[in-house]
T-cell receptor, first 110, second 115 residues
Framework: QKEVEQDPGPLSVPEGAIVSLNCTYS??????FMWYRQYSRKGPELLMY????GNKEDGRFTAQVDKSSKYISLFIRDSQPSDSATYLC??????????FGSGTKLNVKP | NAGVTQTPKFRVLKTGQSMTLLCAQD?????MYWYRQDPGMGLRLIHY???????AKGEVPDGYNVSRLKKQNFLLGLESAAPSQTSVYFC??????????????FGEGSRLTVL
């Protein structure tokens, strides 16, 4: 079983739509939960960071973690064409090791 | 401030050849990592280092060696390249004492093709 499972998509939505991206993980030792955004032919960049269960909001983005069900979500409100990218969830342990999902490719159509 | 710099950005090798990828960071980070990214597989950790002079194996270390002789540099070596090592390689660094998060800072990637 992979440490982190993520639906690869691709996911295609119209501009302005609400997007939901999800991951599940198997290791209950994970304490940090990150979402990275990767544009084509670029390195990933940190988008959201949460520690423990609950919600965290940053502008149009909301990260949600449910440690009891080992479920991670990222919501994008009012999606824009500039949000078109691959989104990688990355839970991590206390030793600065992170385990990446395979990424969900998102395309927001104007 | 360059962040994380990887060289070379592109390379084509023949099976059996050797090469070294260089990663340099100017953020005084303690930890450095090498990942490979393949379609449908996400980012997989090859080797990592928690400080100068230290290295450790990640998920997929076979066929690779690493060295961290200087804090700012992390080298990834392929001793005898195989077609299965065709991939995009990303270097990342993290953690400076007092940092607010454990954010990974990535380089732009090195595209390696083994024929």
């Amino acid at each position: 079983q992979k440490e982190v499972e993520q639906d690869p998509g691709p996911l295609s939505v119209p501009e302005g739509a609400i997007v939901s991206l999800n991951c599940t993980y198997s290791n209950s030792a994970f304490q940090y939960f990150m979402w990275y955004r990767q544009y084509s032919r670029k390195g990933p960049e940190l988008l959201m960071y949460t520690y423990s269960s609950g919600n965290k909001e940053d502008g149009r983005f909301t990260a949600q973690v449910d440690k009891s069900s080992k479920y991670i979500s990222l919501f994008i409100r009012d999606s824009q064409p500039s949000d078109s990218a691959t989104y990688l969830c990355a839970p991590g342990d206390n030793f600065n090791k992170f385990y990446f999902g395979s990424g969900t490719k998102l395309n927001v159509k104007p | 401030n360059a962040g994380v710099t990887q060289t070379p950005k592109f390379r084509v090798l023949k099976t059996g050849q050797s090469m070294t990828l260089l990663c340099a960071q100017d953020m005084n980070h303690e930890y450095m990592y090498w990942y490979r990214q393949d379609p449908g597989m996400g980012l997989r950790l090859i080797h990592y280092s928690v400080g100068e002079g230290t290295t450790a194996k990640g998920e997929v270390p076979d066929g690779y060696n690493v060295s961290r002789l200087k804090k700012q540099n992390f080298l990834l070596g392929l001793e005898s390249a195989a077609p299965s090592q065709t991939s995009v390689y990303f270097c990342a660094s993290s953690y400076s004492i007092g940092a607010a998060t454990e954010e990974l800072f990535f380089g732009e990637g090195s595209r390696l093709t083994v024929l």
